[in-house]
């Protein structure tokens, strides 16, 4: 652990502990604190330690108040500074949550509202609300579709064309047949055309492609955090530039994103598409706020993880220069890897303190009070 983050230790004064929740009795407190926050249009927001507790307190709410909106954001499911992207289905699931967080605040209707988050993903940086309050295709049966507006969407927020649907993030046109499989959506849907006239739209099994039950419209987001649009791909060559000055002619991450092509990993230079990054709490607005009662210990740790990853990263690209070899990184691919400063995409304990204290956050431990 770095001497910054060793003296950065978690503040428990800003944090009012609640005594006596242990699992079970957790769920029960988060319930009765969403019916609260229904009065106020609040969504009662739970930061747990891991993803394991997100699922078993969405199962746990979801018996409790059959009524409410449980909301859950996955973190990646990738390393810090890693060569390789999150899960298509991890990222369809933190966009579609992000998206929503954003139609909440337009609704007037008024239900009890839980989002369950991890440590891990509430101290990432996030793509700014804007990016994906602009990026939005839609369709209904009976209705127009423009094909070739529908395939710019597709092509510049994230989706995959392909012969033949079968994950999150696909698609495919033979003729008036367009197969969409949605970011975030748990099965692929069918949409059958006459000219520009939407005759119907269907779900279908991947697996066997047969339709089955009909659908009456659908809303398109991206399907990635990031757009290959020409505003991202000169926000990227300009910050990445400025980090790393001239790239080489080997550079491929460089390469890919200049010619608006995906690259396995680009996730981890999310910072450089936009000219600000923003954070959970941006798409929240007020909300009640509650924590596992490790949650700021956990952060910490999380913290000096990711601050060892891009000291490793940084020391393998110095340790090539001490060779006089080229400015990469050979551990793996041999390909070049220079990564972005931590802060740019995480939040440091200073800054989870500031953004945090405002919702007078509460630590749900299942001890009893001591005496």
Sequence with gaps: MSEGLAKALPDLNMYRTIYGLPEGADALWLADQARQAMRDDKVVTHIALDDGRVDMLAKLLAFIEPDAEILTFPSWD???????????????????????????????????????????????????????????????????????????????????????????????????IVDLFPSGWEMPIRMDLFGDEVESIKYFDPVDQRSTEAVEGFSLYPVSEYALDEISIQNFRSGYRELFGLPKSD??????????????????????????????????????????????????????????????????????????????????????????????????????????????PQLLSPFRKPD
């Excluded at 929503?100 to 989002?115: A, D, S, T, V, Y």
């Excluded at 101290?123 to 009976?142: E, I, N, R, V, W």
């Excluded at 220079?338 to 989870?352: F, L, N, V």
């Design 251 to 360: 550079d491929p991450l460089y390469s890919s994103i200049s010619e608006a092509r995906p690259y396995n990993g680009a996730e981890h230079w999310l910072p450089l598409f936009f000219k600000e990054m923003a954070t959970l709490f941006d798409y929240l607005g007020e909300s009640a706020l509650s924590i596992d009662a490790q949650g700021p210990e956990a952060l910490g740790a999380r913290l000096s993880q990711i601050e060892d990853f891009y000291q490793a990263r940084q020391t393998l690209a110095q340790a090539s220069k001490a060779r006089k070899k080229k400015d990469n990184d050979v551990s793996l691919s041999g390909s070049v890897y220079q990564p972005i400063p931590w802060k740019m995409h995480y939040i440091d304990e200073a800054a989870w303190q500031e953004i945090t204290q405002s919702y007078q």
């Design 78 to 176: 990738c390393l810090p500074y890693d060569r390789v992207s999150p899960n298509r289905s991890v990222i369809g699931a933190r966009v579609k949550t992000l998206c929503r967080l954003i139609e909440i605040k337009k609704e007037q209707k008024r239900r009890p509202r839980i989002l369950l988050t991890t440590v891990n993903a509430a101290s990432q940086k996030l793509t700014p609300p804007s990016f994906f309050d602009q990026a939005h295709f839609g369709a209904s049966k009976g209705g127009r579709v423009d094909i070739e507006a529908m395939q710019s969407f597709l092509a510049g927020n994230g989706y995959e064309r392909v012969q033949t649907v079968r994950e999150s993030g696909e698609f495919a046109i033979r003729g008036g």
